[in-house]
């Protein structure tokens, strides 16, 4: 598509979705909103500044999706109550998107499964991961729950045009080097505001090939560098995801040649091995070789960052007719129903199980100390998860390690971090 | 818009987990959440801070998730106003949606202390610290995020600009 001058991918969509020919970095504009998304977190907050607006209606029915997914199903009463307000607010407005436990899993797996985000569209949500969109091509940001209850009102939210960086990825992956470590080398290089305010390009021979899950990794975790979206051009792996899930009409677009970004990085990929974050922070990354050893109490393979159907099959390939160490616990948490119930089929929670795991119907969980896994204090976790702040699952004085699945499963059979290439031997 | 009183100096980078821990968030009151902001940190934060005090932070405040707990939590306990190097984006759109005005001065951030006595200025951006006697400037909080504030935040805003009559 042409337009008027050259622009970003991001800086198309919302200049489109502002109705405008052309929009520049630091520009404020005011954009309409194909989808806005809330959780049993930041929906009861968004409802009561809703109803504090004044309006009757949410601008379509259709376009408001609520997701509880992070304590539920409800863990305590304080949660259930939560809950309730989610499910009587989608019941008086009639909303055609709201996923009760039995149908749900975590938001931002379970919006693309069901196709309810497509390239080229707006989706704001009350959580900051909402970025994982920037996957399909689609401008997709974190807000809170105020500005979610004026975007459930109005369809319109004003925003600052992001500058766009861009990082290219070239060369070979190496056995077991995935999305999340793509991610959180990048991470490591840039820091935790290294992006902020500013949308994050991803692209490359390596992202070309990149499997959907590992673009939704990806993107996922812009927001652990300060980002405001992710964003990853659509292609031919992109519509095929897209086929199988939805028939609504949708537009493409991408980045004109001579577009400007703030920043260009490069990164030759054939280098890099798996990565570890090191707690409290996402941006003190190691190579897994360099970690050292260190001994875990709890693995957790799960989360809307690495709980696909991709990361269970890797850890399954790892866990296969082997058990977990004696000293440690195994949560692994399919992110939503349909990747459950294509595990099951595949045989894959029967190797979790046989190895020793506990398998838990989808949620947030641990991955925000919520529950399904709570850290007591002085232990060590090592989780799929994108955070690993002071206190993130569970006692303020317990730690947090982020990986990829492939070292998750291998460090669980270990009982320490390590490099899945100890318990695979060489045998590709 | 004015505002005076002792600062609570922190680091930087500090998380949206930091500042409400996501274990009370399975509840909203503002009055509730308050009681535990800055908890893991600084665990005296809550029993001490007076209405009307000012938080003062290094580099990227409220980085993390979206919750709008954070500020809220931070509002409720009395703080009047956020001074930092530079803030996440989310906390940024919230704490202004909330009506809880944030400025960023790079200078100030380094030369205040912890338990300065500061009085703020927002309409011209200026930060004077009383106990050290120096004074600094931030950067101009753009019209359209004054007019927020000026309203009280974005819902009163919206409902004066969806309801005009009333
Ligand atoms: S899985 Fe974790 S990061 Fe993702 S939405 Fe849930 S709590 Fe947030």
Same mark, same amino acid.
């Given at each position: ?7 970003t991918i ?13 929009? +520049?970095p630091?520009?404020?504009?005011e ?9 049993d977190?930041?929906?009861?907050l968004?409802?009561?500044?809703f109803?504090e ?8 029915r ?10 539920t199903?409800?863990? *305590? ?15 008086t407005?009639r909303?055609?998107?709201?996923f009760e436990? !039995? ?11 069901k ?7 707006v989706v704001?949500g ?13 401008? +997709? ?13 109005t369809g319109?939210l004003?925003l ?20 999340? *470590? ?6 490591? $290089? ?6 902020r ?5 991803f ?24 980002g405001?979206?992710?964003?990853i051009?659509p292609?031919e792996?992109t519509?095929?995801? /897209? ?11 991408d980045?004109?040649?001579?577009a ?10 054939s280098?890099l091995?798996?990565q570890? @974050?090191?707690p409290?922070i ?9 970690v050292?050893?260190v001994k875990?109490?709890?693995?957790? /393979? ?6 696909y ?21 195994l949560i ?6 349909d ?5 099951l089929?595949?045989?894959?929670i029967?190797?979790?199980?046989? @190895?020793?795991?506990s398998? +838990? ?6 991955? %925000? ?15 799929t998860?994108?955070?690993n ?7 303020p004085?317990?730690?947090?390690? %982020?990986?990829?699945?492939?070292v @998750?499963?291998?460090?669980a059979?270990?009982?320490?971090i390590?490099h ?6 060489r045998?590709? | 818009?004015?505002f ?18 996501a274990?009370?968030?399975?509840q909203s ?5 308050a ?10 934060f ?6 009307? $005090? ?7 405040f409220?980085?993390g998730?979206s919750?709008?707990h954070?500020p809220?939590?931070l509002?409720?306990? !009395? /703080? ?10 989310i906390?940024?759109r ?21 338990? $300065? ?16 006697g ?9 019209p359209?995020m ?5 309203? !009280? ?14």
């Amino acid at each position: 598509m042409k337009m008027s001058k050259p622009m970003t991918i991001t800086e198309k969509i919302l200049a489109v979705h502002a109705a405008k020919k052309a929009v +520049s970095p630091g520009e404020l504009i005011e954009v309409r909103i194909d989808l806005a998304l809330a959780n049993d977190i930041t929906a009861p907050l968004a409802i009561q500044a809703f109803k504090e607006i004044g309006v009757e209606k949410v601008f379509n029915r259709n376009r408001v999706v609520l997701v509880p997914d992070h304590f539920t199903p409800a863990k *305590d009463i304080p949660s259930a109550e939560q809950c309730k307000i989610l499910r009587e607010f989608a019941k008086t407005q009639r909303l055609t998107h709201y996923f009760e436990v !039995g149908q749900c899993g975590i938001e931002h797996a379970l919006l693309p499964e069901k196709g309810l985000v497509l390239p080229g569209e707006v989706v704001v949500g009350a959580d900051s991961h909402t970025c994982t969109y920037g996957a399909l091509g689609a401008f +997709s940001t974190g807000v809170g729950s105020t500005d979610l209850g004026a975007a459930m009102a109005t369809g319109r939210l004003w925003l600052k045009v992001p500058e766009s960086l861009k990082f290219i990825y070239y060369g070979k992956l190496n056995p077991w080097v995935s999305g999340k *470590d793509l991610i959180l080398a990048t991470i490591g $290089d840039i820091g935790v505001d290294g992006a902020r305010y500013q949308a994050m390009e991803f692209c490359g021979e390596v992202i070309k090939n990149l499997p959907m899950s590992g673009r939704f990794t990806m993107a996922n975790m812009a927001i652990e560098a300060g980002g405001k979206n992710g964003m990853i051009e659509p292609d031919e792996i992109t519509f095929q995801f /897209i086929k199988q899930r939805s028939k609504r009409p949708y537009k493409t677009y991408d980045s004109d040649p001579d577009a400007h970004y703030a920043d260009v990085k490069e990164y030759d990929v054939s280098k890099l091995h798996p990565q570890v @974050a090191l707690p409290h922070i996402p941006s003190k990354v190691k190579d897994v070789r360099e970690v050292g050893k260190v001994k875990i109490d709890q693995v957790v /393979i799960g989360s809307c960052t690495n709980g696909y159907l991709d990361d269970l099959r890797v850890a399954a390939k790892i866990l296969r007719g082997k058990k977990i160490a004696p000293s440690l616990r195994l949560i692994i948490i399919p992110a939503t129903q349909d990747i459950y119930r294509q595990a099951l089929k595949e045989g894959l929670i029967e190797i979790f199980l046989s @190895a020793g795991a506990s398998v +838990s119907t989808p949620t947030c969980g641990p991955c %925000l100390g919520g529950h399904m896994g709570v850290l007591a204090e002085g232990e060590k976790a090592l989780a799929t998860t994108n955070r690993n702040f002071r206190g993130r699952m569970g006692h303020p004085n317990s730690e947090v390690y %982020l990986s990829g699945p492939a070292v @998750a499963a291998a460090s669980a059979i270990k009982g320490r971090i390590c490099h899945p290439e100890e318990v695979m031997k060489r045998r590709v | 818009m004015k505002f005076e009183g002792r600062i609570w100096k922190f680091g930087s980078d500090v998380d949206t987990d930091a500042i409400i821990p996501a274990r009370y968030l399975n509840q909203s009151d503002p009055k509730e959440l308050a009681k535990h902001a800055m908890e893991d940190e600084r665990p005296e934060f809550v029993k001490e801070v007076k209405p009307g $005090d000012l938080l003062l932070a290094d580099k990227n405040f409220g980085c993390g998730s979206s919750r709008e707990h954070a500020p809220l939590a931070l509002k409720a306990a !009395g /703080i009047s106003c956020i001074i930092a190097k530079s803030f996440a984006r989310i906390f940024f759109r919230n704490s202004f949606n909330l009506g809880l005005p944030l400025l960023e001065s790079p200078e100030a951030s380094e030369v205040i202390q912890d338990g $300065d006595h500061v009085r703020v200025d927002l309409t011209i951006g200026e930060i004077e610290d009383l106990t050290l006697g120096k004074k600094f400037h931030a950067t101009p909080i753009p019209p359209f995020m004054q007019e927020l504030l000026q309203d !009280g935040g974005l819902i009163p805003h919206l409902r004066k600009k969806m309801n005009p009559q009333r």
